[in-house]
């Protein structure tokens, strides 16, 4: 069997609807639950009918639930041994994830984040958090304060007093998080601006929000568990990049308020 379940999402997912992203990121993260759970057992942990998963198998390409499961029990099975090639592919896409900020014209984000109201920021992820509170420390050196999302039942609390006039980040790293997509498609409706930051690939948060910052990291096994590895220091390294600039726009900014006052 030379397809992984990865890679058959990878080549079919243009025909996947949020339903199917839903149900993938829910078997991504519980393989091996996965593995030992009738269709039934599945289809009610995704909150959708036994024919949707059905559906979902036959998208990616497989007869049908059972083999589902076969690609389940070979991936859990699969030899994972480190690849020290990894290293410097990892190095490099650091050191792409900076040039690419850097040549970036990242104006009309900086703008938003600049003119807003307030900023809140949601991260799907514990590694998402930390980054949503390295945001909020960064650009209270610069005064903009913004104000960290804690957790999924702080959204609605803050969607009744947000409007217009303020600005959500979203950092999720696949970008098809169902509470992160949500809160996007929300937003979208309410006419808030959002920024979303997650990888560069097809993903469901950059349809949705009015700005979208990715980045490409691979993932790979680390050689010890069957799980797989992704560098998280994209993150970080966007949030220095950004505020850096966000410091060269608002010095620009304040430079031509300075000229216009003296022409009067």
């Known amino acids: 069997m030379n397809n992984t379940l990865e890679s058959l999402i990878e080549k079919n997912y243009d025909t996947l609807?949020?339903?199917?992203?839903?149900?993938?990121?829910?078997?991504y993260h519980h393989k091996e639950q996965c593995q030992k759970m009738s269709i039934q057992q599945l289809a009610k942990m995704c909150n959708v009918s036994?024919?949707?998963?059905l559906r979902f198998t036959k998208k990616i390409g497989l007869d049908g639930y059972s083999?589902?499961?076969?690609?389940?029990?070979?991936?859990?099975?699969?030899k994972s041994d480190f690849n020290r090639h990894m290293i410097h592919l990892s190095v490099n896409e650091l050191v792409r994830t900076i040039k690419d900020l850097?040549?970036?014209?990242?104006?009309?984000?900086l703008q938003y984040i600049s003119e807003a109201?307030?900023?809140?920021?949601?991260?799907?992820?514990?590694?998402?958090?930390?980054?949503?509170?390295e945001f909020k420390r960064e650009f209270a050196y610069r005064r903009?304060?913004?104000?960290?999302?804690e957790g999924k039942s702080e959204i609605d609390t803050v969607l009744h007093t947000a409007n217009r006039d303020d600005l959500f980040i979203i950092i999720s790293l696949s970008g098809d998080n169902e509470t992160a997509v949500n809160l996007?498609?929300?937003?979208?409706?309410?006419?808030?601006?959002?920024?979303?930051?997650a990888l560069n690939t097809k993903n469901l948060l950059a349809k949705y929000c009015d700005e979208f910052i990715g980045f490409t990291c691979s993932s790979f096994h680390t050689g010890y568990y069957n799980v797989q590895y992704s560098c998280t220091g994209h993150?970080?390294?966007l949030c220095n990049i950004l505020f850096l600039k966000y410091l060269e726009y608002k010095e620009l900014e304040e430079s031509k308020e300075e000229e216009g006052m003296s022409l009067i």
């Open 117 to 133: 109201r307030h900023v809140f920021i949601y991260g799907t992820g514990e590694v998402q958090y930390n980054t949503a509170l």
């Open 144 to 149: 903009r304060i913004m104000h960290v999302i």
């Open 184 to 197: 996007a498609k929300t937003l979208r409706k309410l006419k808030i601006p959002s920024i979303g930051i």
């Open 50 to 53: 036994h024919t949707s998963i």
């Open 235 to 237: 993150f970080f390294m």
């Open 102 to 109: 850097e040549e970036r014209d990242l104006d009309s984000v």
């Open 67 to 78: 083999e589902l499961k076969v690609y389940l029990k070979s991936g859990l099975k699969q």
């Open 17 to 27: 609807n949020e339903n199917d992203l839903y149900i993938w990121q829910y078997i």
